[in-house]
């Protein structure tokens, strides 16, 4: 059901909402907008019309339009976003205070606005909210690693994951984690075709929040490679469904490092269209 209500009262019948919808499904030439008949199933639950009405008297999904937030409201200035996304790095040295669990919860609901394909809003984060509990992660692929290595089953082409675990079990230096106190996965049912860009696009939010509020991460490639090539079993030991595919991981915290500046682009690859 898509519990598709109009507060009578507000409705100025400008037709905002009958034009704005990607499936056409509002009929707004009648005077008040309703769903035309039939055509409730090809709703895509975009909300588009709830965002665009402009006096806030629709409704969907038992959604209430004064919950959602105001576009009077400022945004950043497109200045701000290039001083954002220019001057994003890759934080490999974190501090060992925890991000409060208050602050992983707004960076968490916020990524959960990110764009998904036919928005299926699949994504499923999957997140440690201590050190203690990303300690456990920790030991749970390091110890698999070494028991990998002594049964001979890391493959050469992987080897320096052997002098990994070695330099972890013996000199307590953390390359995977980068000793960062939390880290998240992102994951999407298997079925769906845009399963992996979904949970990228959603990390990538994620993040320039995270980097907005002061708070430096790491795209873990190192862990994404022992998890699909030598821990097999680590997603599932997580708790992550079993018929999910995860996009990407991050580990996170406050930068124990600050720069100074960002860093000079190698140079924009382009290709233009002509045909």
């Known amino acids: 059901m898509l519990d598709f209500k109009i507060d009578e009262s507000r409705c100025t019948q400008c037709g905002l909402c009958s034009k704005e919808c990607p499936m056409i499904i509002i009929n707004g030439k009648n005077g008040i907008p309703e769903i035309k008949e039939g055509k409730e199933s090809n709703c895509i639950k975009c909300q588009h019309c709830l965002a665009i009405c402009p006096t806030g008297a629709l409704s969907i999904f038992g959604k209430n339009p004064d919950d959602s937030l105001p576009l009077s409201n400022p945004i950043p200035s497109a200045t701000e976003m290039e001083q954002l996304i220019k ?39 999957t997140v440690t909210e201590t050190k203690e509990d990303l300690s456990k992660v920790r030991s749970l692929v390091y110890d698999t690693l070494k028991k990998a290595s002594e049964e001979g089953k890391i493959r050469p082409a992987l080897a320096m994951f052997d002098s990994f675990q070695n330099m972890w079990h013996e000199k307590g230096i953390d390359v995977i984690f980068r000793d960062a106190p939390h880290i998240i996965f992102a994951s999407a049912p298997r079925k769906n075709r845009n399963a992996v860009p979904d949970c990228v696009i959603s990390m990538s939010y994620f993040e320039l929040l995270a980097n907005s509020m002061g708070i430096g991460t ?58």
């Not at 490999?92 to 036919?118: D, M, S, Y």
């Not at 862990?223 to 018929?243: F, Q």
């Open 87 to 125: 001057t994003r790095r890759s934080v490999r040295k974190f501090k060992k205070e925890e991000v409060p669990a208050e602050t992983i919860n707004k960076l968490l609901q916020t990524a959960a606005f990110a764009p998904t394909g036919h928005n299926k809003n699949e994504v499923l984060f």
């Open 218 to 275: 790491l795209w873990d490639g190192l862990l994404k490679i022992v998890a699909e090539d030598i821990v097999p079993d680590l997603y599932t030991a997580l708790g992550i469904p079993e018929d999910h595919v995860v996009g990407y991981m991050m580990v996170y915290g406050y930068p124990e490092v600050k720069y100074a500046r960002s860093i000079q682009s190698e140079g924009l690859h382009l290709n233009k269209i002509k045909l």
